[in-house]
């Protein structure tokens, strides 16, 4: 079974800290994505990484960069954090290629910025 | 421009009646569907896809799902709803040759007892 785990379940941080959301895959899946999810707006992505230091904006990139220094490690990271990044942090993975477009989530992380 | 509406935001069934969730999609070409499931505190689980070939597709925990070109559906059923299937779907485009997915804004099953 794929499994995709994120370094925290929940996260409190305050305006203006620099936040690291960690995801870590262990099936050797090409591709690694951000989504935030907010009530309403569904999944929205942040960015997506294609290969270890490969990288593509999503949707809503502003406010957050990506990091990828190894394949089955994708980092999220919120360099100065605020009220309206409060939301549900979703990693997931998926295989390339036509044949493997599932992709397979985290547990999520929700990170409340006060 | 390529979309997903899922029309229900909240559906109420009581357990062991049927139930069917919504999905729309625009987009121009063949689509790759998912329906997804997310239960409480959880991220999401893969329900089903529909790739080409049979346009009834059955995933797991009983569900299925009908790809529907000319209404442009991809809706889910199931035939006896389970206390334990109260969670909120999402149904999700992945089209080809990028790897941007659309999802749609989700619907909440409560399930009664």
């Known amino acids: 079974d794929v499994k995709v785990t994120q370094s925290s379940r929940y996260l409190v941080k305050r305006t203006g800290e620099k936040v690291f959301l960690e995801c870590v895959q262990d099936?050797?899946?090409?591709?690694m994505f951000w989504y935030r999810q907010d009530p309403g707006l569904g999944l929205r992505l942040i960015y997506f990484s294609y290969d270890v230091k490969m990288k593509e904006k999503g949707d809503i990139p502003e406010g957050y960069s990506v990091s990828r220094e190894k394949k089955e490690r994708f980092s999220l990271i919120l360099e100065s954090a605020s009220t309206n990044q409060t939301s549900m942090y979703l990693c997931?993975?998926?295989?390339?290629?036509?044949?493997?477009?599932?992709?397979?989530f985290g547990p999520g992380t929700r990170l409340t910025v006060t | 421009a390529q979309s997903v509406t899922q029309p229900d935001i909240h559906i109420t069934v009581s357990e062991g009646a049927s139930l069917e969730l919504r999905c729309n999609y625009s987009?121009?070409?063949?689509?790759?569907l998912f329906w997804y499931v997310q239960s409480p505190g959880q991220g999401l689980q893969l329900l089903l896809k529909y790739f080409s070939g049979d346009t009834l597709v059955q995933g797991i925990k009983g569900f299925e799902a009908e790809f529907k070109r000319s209404q442009s559906s991809f809706n889910l059923r199931k035939p006896s709803v389970h206390w334990s299937d109260a969670a909120e779907y999402f149904c999700?485009?992945?089209?080809?040759?990028?790897?941007?997915?659309?999802f749609g804004t989700g619907t909440r099953l409560k399930v009664l007892a």
């Open positions: 099936m050797d899946h090409e591709n």
């Open positions: 987009y121009g070409a063949t689509p790759y």
């Open positions: 997931a993975s998926s295989l390339m290629g036509q044949s493997s477009y599932e992709q397979y």
């Open positions: 999700a485009v992945g089209p080809s040759g990028t790897y941007k997915y659309i």
